[in-house]
C-alpha cells in the first residue's frame, strides 16, 4: 500500500470525496447515496438521489464538524473514505429494529458514543490495503475526538462480494483491532464495540 494518511472532511477537502465517489451525480451507490442514507428516511433518500442528496451532504459538511475522514495515498490521490461520528449524526442508523440499532436507547443520543457507518474504497484502489487504513485512522479520530466507545456493524464475509455491497465494512479487520461483538440481529453481520477508553489502536 505504501504511504497512507487521512484528513477530516472539511469544506476544503470536498472535491477529494467527489473523486472517490466517482465524481458525478447518480453513478454507483456512492453517486445516489452522497452519505445520506443513515441520515433521512428511505423515501426521502430515494427522492433526492444524486444531485439532490449531493447538495445535502455539502451542507452538512459545510456546516461541521467534520462527518468523516478522507484517505489519501503517497503521492495524494484521494482513495477512500469512512464516515465516523456520533451516533446522533447518522439517526438513521439508530433506528429501533435495524441491526444497527444501539442496545441501550441513550445511547444514540450520548456524544461519546460514536459509530462507523461507511466506507468506500475508489475503485481502480481496492484490495492494496486502504479499507484497514481508513479502519485504523477512524478509531484514531474518534479516540482523539473524546468518544469513549465506537460501535460498528460490518459484514461477515464469507464469499466474494461486489465492493459496493461492503460498505459497512468487513467484520474481520475489527476484530482484528479489538472490536468485541455485543449483538447479532441477521447471522452475517454483528454489531460489534471498541472500547476506547486507556486503549491504544491495534494495528
Same mark, same amino acid.
Given at each position: 500500500?505504501? %504511504?497512507?494518511?487521512? %484528513?477530516? *472532511?472539511?469544506? #476544503? ?11 458525478? #451525480? ?15 428516511? =428511505?423515501?426521502?433518500? $430515494? ?11 455539502? +451542507? ?63 475503485? $481502480? %484502489?481496492?484490495?492494496? $490495503? ?16 473524546? +468518544? ?17 455491497? *461492503?460498505? %459497512?465494512?468487513? +467484520? ?11 449483538? =447479532? ?19
Amino acid at each position: 500500500m505504501g %504511504h497512507f494518511v487521512a %484528513h477530516p *472532511l472539511t469544506p #476544503e477537502r470536498w472535491d477529494d470525496l467527489v473523486e472517490v465517489f466517482g465524481g458525478g #451525480e447518480g453513478r454507483g451507490d456512492c453517486g445516489r447515496c452522497w452519505c445520506m442514507w443513515w441520515r433521512l428516511p =428511505r423515501k426521502a433518500v $430515494g427522492g433526492n438521489a444524486g444531485r439532490g442528496n449531493k447538495a445535502l451532504f455539502a +451542507a452538512r459538511v459545510q456546516d461541521g464538524p467534520p462527518p468523516g475522514l478522507v484517505g489519501y495515498d503517497g503521492d495524494g490521490v484521494p482513495v477512500g473514505w469512512v464516515q465516523v461520528g456520533p451516533r446522533a449524526d447518522v439517526p438513521v442508523w439508530n433506528d429501533p429494529g435495524r441491526l444497527t440499532a444501539p442496545l441501550e436507547a441513550g445511547d444514540a443520543a450520548d456524544p461519546q458514543i460514536w459509530g462507523i457507518s461507511c466506507f468506500v474504497v475508489r475503485a $481502480g %484502489h481496492r484490495r492494496k $490495503g486502504y479499507f484497514a487504513a481508513l479502519l485504523d485512522a477512524a478509531v484514531d479520530w474518534a479516540r482523539a475526538n473524546g +468518544a469513549r466507545v465506537l460501535d460498528a456493524c460490518p459484514v461477515e464475509a464469507q464469499d466474494k462480494r461486489p465492493a459496493p455491497s *461492503l460498505y %459497512h465494512g468487513i +467484520a474481520a479487520p475489527f476484530r482484528a483491532r479489538g472490536f468485541a461483538e455485543i449483538a =447479532r440481529r441477521r447471522p452475517e453481520r454483528p454489531l460489534l464495540r471498541l472500547r476506547l477508553e486507556d486503549r491504544k489502536t491495534v494495528r
